[in-house]
């Protein structure tokens, strides 16, 4: 959100193909696929509402930056229309470019092959839309990162819910 509150204010030339860029580099970046959580629409939202509680900035500021803002929104809008885009997750596009190089080269077998992946990891997909699960994904890749960081988190974590169990029992007592 950093980066594209400042290509804003700075006035930087921003079209559809270059927050489509930045957007999938901070996937990248920070090792996580929003495509099926997040979409560009509500990334230019959350930096009009960052715009918007903003102390600094004067009501003409945020007027002139959301006016910006929504017209990015619209050039998307329009841009769609005319190319519509589709939201592939990265894990999705590695096995549709297969499945296409395979009937490109009259490869049934492999066409076969990849088709059934797919079925699987959107299956698999559908199952992980559960939220539980994918709280317990954000913890297993901080934990994969920072192992020390990650439990020094969590017992500081369980040390305040204890604290709070022990307050709410002695208060109702």
């Known amino acids: 959100m950093d980066l594209l509150e400042e290509m804003i204010v700075n006035q930087a030339q ?3 193909s270059r927050l489509r860029s930045i957007f999938r ?18 990334w230019l939202g959350d930096v009009i509402l960052r715009f918007e509680r903003s102390r600094h900035l004067s009501p003409e500021q945020k007027q002139k930056y959301y006016d910006c803002v929504q017209n990015m929104f619209l050039e998307m809008r329009e841009s ?15 096995v549709l470019n297969e499945l296409r190089t395979a009937l490109a080269s009259d490869k049934v077998e492999n066409a076969v092959r990849i088709v059934d992946e797919l079925e699987r990891t959107l299956s698999k997909r559908d199952r992980n839309q559960d939220p539980i699960v994918g709280i317990l994904h954000v913890y297993r890749r901080m934990f994969r990162r920072s192992p020390i960081t990650f439990l020094v988190a969590t017992l500081i ?15 109702l007592k």
């Open 80 to 94: 769609s229309k005319r190319k519509p885009v589709a939201e592939v997750t990265r894990e999705h596009e590695v």
């Open 25 to 42: 580099a901070v996937e990248r970046d920070v090792d996580i696929d929003l495509a099926g959580e997040y979409r560009i629409e509500e």
């Open 157 to 171: 974590g369980i040390i305040i819910y204890v604290l709070l169990y022990l307050f709410f029992i002695f208060l």
């Open 14 to 16: 921003i079209d559809d």
